[in-house]
C-alpha cells in the first residue's frame, strides 16, 4: 500500500480501465435513441441511472477528456519533460492506437449511406453524408468550425478534437518541463474563454474547447492526487471527495439536479467537468476499496475495449436501421429485450473487432513506425 492509504498503482489504473469502459457503454445507452421511438417508454426511462444517461449521457464524452487527460500525465508527462519521448515518437503512438478503427468506422459508415443515397433515400442518423464531410473525417477536421454537422460516425467527433489536445499538451510538457502545472492552468482558462467567447473559428471553437478543458482539468487532477499521495494525503481526498459527491447527490435530490448544478444544453457540461466528474475520478483514484471494484477483471476487460464500444455503436446502428428500413420493420424500442440485445451484440462486436483489427493494427503500425523503445 502507499502512503495514506491509496490503493496500490496497478489497482488504481485498473479502476480508471473500469470507469472507462463504464462511460463508453453509457454513450452507447444515450445513443439508442438513434432507433427511434418514444423515448418516454424507453426501458427504465423512469428510473435512475437510465433516467441520466438517455438525457444527459452526453456528458460522458467530456468524461473521456478528463480521463485522457489523467492518463496522459501519468503516462507521458515526465518522458516527454525529459527528452526521452519526443514529437514523432508521441504522435505515432497516439495515431497508431485511434486511426485505424477511425478509418475502419468511417468506411463501414460511409459504405451505408453512399449505398442509400445511391437509391435516392436519406441518409441515417446524421444527414451529412457527402465527400467534403468525408474528407473533413479522414484528416480529423470535423472539430466544430469546418463541418455543416454530424456526419458518417458522428461519434467520433470528440477524437477528433482530443488530438489537439494532445498537441497542446505535447507542447507543454515538452517546453515548460518543471512549469507544466503553470501551463495546464492556463490552457483551462483559455480554452473557457473560447468556450465563453462562443468562438467559432478554426480551432478556436467550443469543440475544441470542450476537449482541452476535459483534459487539463484531468490532467490537473491527477498532479494534484499525486501531491497528496506523496505527503501521504491521498486517503484524505478520497474520502472529501466521497463526501462532497454525497453532497451534490443530496442537493440535485433536494433542489432538483438542473437547478443545483446549473447551465443549459452543451453548457450544462462545464460544471460537470470543472466539480463533479473530477470527484468522481478522485474517489476511483484514492477510495481503495472503490478502486478494487472498479479494478474487478470483467470491468477492466470493458476498459480494454472501451474504444472498439465508443467506435463501433453508431456504425452498428446503422447497419440494423438499414435492415429494418429495407424491410418497413418497427424496432421495438419500449422492450427491454431490445436495449439489451443492442448493448450485448455491442459488446460482443467490440471484443471481435478489438482482438482481430485493432489491437494487430496497432502492433503492426508501431513495428513499422516506430522504434522498440518506443
Known amino acids: 500500500m502507499s502512503e495514506g492509504g491509496a490503493a496500490p498503482a496497478s489497482v488504481r489504473l485498473a479502476s480508471l480501465d473500469g470507469l472507462r469502459g463504464l462511460a463508453a457503454l453509457g454513450v452507447a445507452f444515450f445513443h439508442f435513441q438513434h432507433f427511434g421511438g418514444d423515448a418516454k417508454s424507453y426501458p427504465g426511462a423512469t428510473v435512475e441511472p437510465a433516467t441520466w444517461l438517455y438525457t444527459r449521457g452526453w456528458m460522458l464524452v467530456d468524461f473521456f477528456f478528463l480521463l485522457s487527460g489523467v492518463v496522459f500525465t501519468y503516462k507521458y508527462l515526465e518522458p ?6 519526443g514529437a514523432r ?15 475502419a468506422t468511417l468506411l463501414v459508415c460511409a459504405m451505408i449511406q453512399w449505398r442509400l443515397l445511391l ?4 441518409p441515417l442518423i446524421y444527414p451529412h453524408a457527402d465527400l467534403y464531410h468525408f474528407v473533413l473525417n479522414l484528416f480529423f477536421f470535423q472539430n466544430g468550425a469546418f463541418e455543416e454537422g454530424y456526419s458518417y460516425n458522428g461519434a467520433s467527433w470528440s477524437i477528433a478534437t482530443e488530438v489537439y489536445a494532445y498537441v497542446v499538451f505535447f507542447a507543454l510538457a515538452s ?13 483551462v482558462a483559455a480554452a473557457l474563454a473560447v468556450y465563453k467567447a462562443r468562438l467559432a473559428l478554426p480551432f478556436l471553437n467550443e469543440t475544441v474547447a470542450r476537449a482541452i478543458v476535459g483534459f487539463f482539468v ?10 497528496a499521495q506523496r505527503l501521504g494525503r491521498a ?21 432538483g439536479y438542473d437547478a443545483f448544478i446549473g447551465g443549459t444544453g452543451y453548457r450544462t457540461a462545464v460544471p460537470h ?7 468522481v475520478i478522485a474517489v476511483a483514484l484514492s477510495v481503495t476499496p472503490v478502486a478494487r471494484i472498479l479494478g474487478a477483471r470483467p470491468l477492466t476487460y470493458l ?17 440494423v436501421l438499414s435492415f429494418v428500413r429495407a424491410r418497413n420493420i418497427t424496432l421495438p424500442t419500449g422492450h427491454p429485450a431490445m436495449l439489451a440485445m443492442f448493448l450485448g451484440a455491442l459488446l460482443l462486436l467490440s471484443a471481435l473487432v478489438h482482438r482481430t483489427f485493432e489491437v494487430p493494427a496497432r502492433s503492426w503500425l508501431r513495428r513499422r513506425l516506430l522504434p522498440p523503445a518506443a
Do not use: D, N, T
Open 119 to 122: 437509391k435516392g433515400e436519406a
Open 218 to 227: 484531468g490532467s490537473l487532477l491527477f498532479s494534484g492526487v499525486s501531491h
Open 303 to 319: 476498459g480494454e475495449i472501451s474504444y472498439a464500444v465508443y467506435m463501433l455503436h453508431v456504425p452498428l446502428q446503422m447497419i
Open 175 to 187: 517546453r515548460l518541463r518543471g512549469r507544466y502545472v503553470v501551463g495546464a492552468v492556463g490552457a
Open 89 to 103: 515518437e508521441f504522435f505515432f503512438l497516439r495515431l497508431s492506437r485511434i486511426y485505424p478503427l477511425h478509418v
Open 235 to 255: 486517503r484524505a481526498v478520497g474520502l472529501a471527495a466521497l463526501v462532497a459527491l454525497a453532497f451534490v447527490a443530496a442537493m440535485a435530490s433536494v433542489i
Open 273 to 279: 467537468v470543472l466539480g463533479v466528474f473530477p470527484l
Open 80 to 85: 516527454i519533460a525529459a527528452r526521452r519521448l
